[in-house]
């Protein structure tokens, strides 16, 4: 029911900035947790962000805290995520997600965008 379509990503040399961004094609997306995955070239999908409903409570990632921000704005059912002091460790296919429950587990969110290209150079 819900469409995840991710866009924003591209190819950025180490240190530049990229904001992702998902927009959602439900008139619930207020009612969802939304969090950010990513899939490095064969390496397994990891944890990167959260955000819950109203956007007061934020999860993050280890490996990108204090330079990753997760924002949303339920009126144009749009999350982003805002990437700072991007790294080449940083690149990966970056997922949107929607789901009920506020995790950091893959399978606790219900849909999926297609994913957006990240590549950091050196």
């Known amino acids: 029911q819900v469409q995840l379509v991710e866009s924003g990503g591209g190819l950025v040399q180490a240190g530049g900035s990229l904001r992702l961004t998902c927009a959602a094609s439900?008139?619930?997306?207020?009612?969802?947790?939304m969090g950010w995955f990513r899939q490095a070239p064969r390496k397994e999908r990891e944890f990167v962000a959260a955000i819950s409903w109203g956007g007061g409570r934020t999860d993050y990632a280890d490996s990108v805290k204090g330079r990753f921000t997760i924002s949303r704005d339920n009126a144009k059912n749009t999350v982003y995520l805002q990437m700072n002091s991007l790294k080449p460790d940083d690149t990966a296919v970056y997922y949107c997600a929607a789901g009920r429950l506020f995790g950091q587990n893959g399978y606790e969110y219900d849909y999926w965008g297609q994913g957006t290209q990240v590549t950091v150079s050196s």
């Open positions: 439900t008139r619930t997306f207020s009612s969802y947790t």
